[in-house]
C-alpha cells in the first residue's frame, strides 16, 4: 500500500467506481481502492501515475480487479462505487457532489469555503494546493451554506452509510481563520443528522474559538502544519508559514483540553523536504500532548507549483510510518479511536495499517 501511494496507479478502466477526486483542497488527484479491507487513496491524475509500475485491470463483473505490477497479478483490489447521492440535486439546483464528495469508504468531505485568502497570490499560496482549481472547472461551488451542507450529510447518510463527515475550509480571514463558518456549518448538520464531524482550519487567533466549535457539534479538529521545519515551511506555504509553528502547539495544547486526547489531528505532508528525522521528532512531540499525526505522502497535484516534485519514495515513507506506529501505540492514540475525520479515514496513508 506503501509503495501503490508513493508509486501511483495506471487505470485499464478509469471510470470504474467512484469518480477520482481531481483538484480542491489538500491531497488530490487520487482514486478510492479496496486493498485486504482498508480502503486508500491513491494517486491516478499525476506524472508519475502515467508511469507507474502498477496497473489496474478492469473490474470483472463482481468488481473485483487485479492489480499488476510490471504485468504480473499481485493482489486483488476494488474500486468503492458511485455513491447514489451522487444523482440528487439541492432544492435550489445544485448537484449534491458539487457540495460534498465520498471520500475514502464511507467518508464525506466538502470544502465549505473552496477560496482562500492565502491561494490568491502566488506568493503566498501553498504550492502543493489546487483548491481553486476545482473551483475553476465548475465541479462545485465557492460557498456551501449551512442548508446545503445539512441537506446533502442527511442524503449521504441515509442513501449511501457513510459513517463521519469532514469539513475544511480556505482561510477566509486572519482572525478566525475560518472557525466561524465551521461553527455555522457543524450547527446546521448536527440539527438534520446525526453525524460525527471533523473539522479542519487553521489555528483562531483566539482560543474561545475551540469550545465554540465543540459546541456547535464538531467531534473533532484538525489543524494542518503540513510542514514540521521553518525553512520548509517558508519555502512551501509562505502564506501559511506566518502562523509559527509555536503557535500550532498551543493551539494544539488548548484543543486537546476541548475535544480531548487522540481527537486532535494535524496533517503532515511527508516529502516535500522536511527529513524522516524531523518528521519523527515532531510526532514525538505531537503525540505527548495528544495530538494525532496524520503523515500523509505528498501527492505532486496537476497544476500546482509543485506538480514536478518528486513523491516521496516507498521507502522513505516506511523509514517514517513505521516507527511512528510505535510512538503511537505508545502513547495511547489509534484511528480508529477517533471520532471522525482524516485520521479515522485514514485513506490518505497507509499510517493505519502500520497500527494494525
Ligand atoms: S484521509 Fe481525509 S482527505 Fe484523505 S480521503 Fe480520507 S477524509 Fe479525504
Known amino acids: 500500500m506503501t509503495e501503490l501511494q508513493s508509486r501511483g496507479l495506471q487505470l485499464t478502466a478509469p471510470d470504474a467506481g467512484a469518480a477520482s477526486?481531481?483538484?480542491?483542497?489538500?491531497?488530490?488527484?487520487?482514486?478510492?481502492?479496496?486493498?485486504?479491507?482498508?480502503?486508500?487513496?491513491?494517486?491516478?491524475?499525476?506524472?508519475?501515475?502515467?508511469?507507474?509500475r502498477f496497473r489496474a485491470s478492469a473490474p470483472d463483473p463482481s468488481g473485483a480487479s487485479e492489480l499488476l505490477l510490471d504485468g504480473t497479478a499481485v493482489a486483488s483490489v476494488r474500486f468503492p462505487r458511485q455513491p447514489r447521492f451522487y444523482a440528487l440535486q439541492t432544492f435550489d439546483g445544485v448537484p449534491y457532489h458539487h457540495i460534498a464528495t465520498l471520500h475514502g469508504a464511507d467518508v464525506l468531505a466538502t470544502t465549505v469555503l473552496q477560496t482562500c485568502i492565502r491561494y490568491a497570490s502566488r506568493r503566498q499560496a501553498c504550492q502543493f494546493c489546487a483548491i481553486g482549481q476545482s473551483l475553476a472547472a465548475g465541479r462545485t461551488i465557492a460557498r456551501k451554506t449551512p442548508d446545503q451542507l445539512a441537506e446533502v450529510a442527511r442524503a449521504a447518510v441515509l442513501l449511501d452509510g457513510v459513517k463521519h463527515m469532514v469539513l475544511t475550509t480556505g482561510t477566509p480571514n486572519l482572525t478566525d481563520r475560518g472557525a466561524q463558518v465551521l461553527c455555522e456549518s457543524a450547527f446546521a448538520i448536527k440539527a438534520a443528522v446525526d453525524l460525527p464531524l471533523q473539522g479542519q482550519c487553521e489555528p483562531p487567533d483566539d482560543d474561545r474559538w475551540l469550545q465554540r466549535m465543540q459546541a456547535a457539534g464538531i467531534d473533532t479538529l484538525g489543524m494542518h502544519l503540513e510542514a514540521v521545519t521553518p525553512e520548509v515551511r517558508a519555502r512551501i506555504m509562505p502564506g501559511k508559514a506566518t502562523v509559527p509553528i509555536t503557535r500550532y502547539l498551543e493551539a494544539f495544547e488548548a484543543a486537546v483540553a476541548v475535544f480531548g486526547r487522540g481527537q486532535v489531528s494535524t496533517y503532515i505532508l511527508a516529502g516535500m523536504g522536511d527529513t524522516a528525522a524531523a518528521i519523527l521528532e515532531m510526532c514525538e512531540r505531537l503525540v505527548k500532548i495528544g495530538v494525532y499525526p496524520f503523515v500523509v505522502p505528498f501527492v505532486p497535484i496537476s497544476g500546482t507549483p509543485l506538480e514536478s516534485h518528486p513523491a516521496p519514495e516507498p521507502d522513505f515513507?516506511?523509514?517514517?510510518?513505521?516507527?511512528?506506529?510505535?510512538?503511537?501505540?505508545?502513547?495511547?492514540?489509534?484511528?480508529?479511536?477517533?471520532?471522525?475525520?482524516?485520521?479515522?479515514?485514514?485513506?490518505?496513508?497507509?499510517?493505519?495499517?502500520?497500527?494494525?
Open 317 to 356: 515513507m516506511q523509514s517514517v510510518l513505521r516507527p511512528l506506529a510505535v510512538l503511537l501505540r505508545r502513547g495511547g492514540l489509534r484511528s480508529s479511536d477517533m471520532k471522525a475525520g482524516c485520521g479515522k479515514c485514514g485513506a490518505c496513508s497507509s499510517l493505519s495499517a502500520y497500527e494494525s
Open 21 to 52: 477526486r481531481r483538484g480542491g483542497a489538500g491531497p488530490s488527484d487520487h482514486k478510492a481502492v479496496t486493498i485486504d479491507g482498508h480502503t486508500i487513496m491513491v494517486p491516478v491524475h499525476t506524472a508519475g501515475a502515467s508511469k507507474s
